[in-house]
């Protein structure tokens, strides 16, 4: 499993995640393999992603071939308003291009 922090995000497409580094995160991969590991027709969910905003690190878990998890760890002033605004934007990015993710808390 890769880790990257929600600010080494440099763009997000209704094709999927475009990390500083170039690596691409797809959402139709996440969804394909999310679909396989939860033995669901892929017509049947959108779902590419699962999330926890209570953990003690707020993070997404993509369901690519190799996971990728994006946490939400920004420190300094109002740090917590932060990580939840950005964990948020990121559920209604994937909302917008018609993906879900599935609430662990």
Request: glycine share 2%; proline share 1%.
């Amino acid at each position: 499993m890769k880790e990257y922090r929600y600010k080494d995000i440099k763009e997000i497409t209704e094709i999927g995640i475009l990390f500083k580094d170039d690596f691409k995160l797809l959402f139709e991969e996440c969804r394909n393999e999310w679909c396989i590991e939860h033995k669901i027709k892929k017509e049947d969910s959108h779902c590419v992603a699962e999330r926890d905003c209570l953990a003690q690190i707020p993070y997404f878990l993509f369901y690519s071939k190799n996971r990728i998890k994006v946490i939400f760890d920004e420190k300094g002033i109002f740090y917590k308003k932060k990580n939840e605004n950005n964990f948020h934007d990121l559920q209604f990015i994937l909302y917008k291009f018609g993906f879900s993710s599935y609430d662990m808390t």
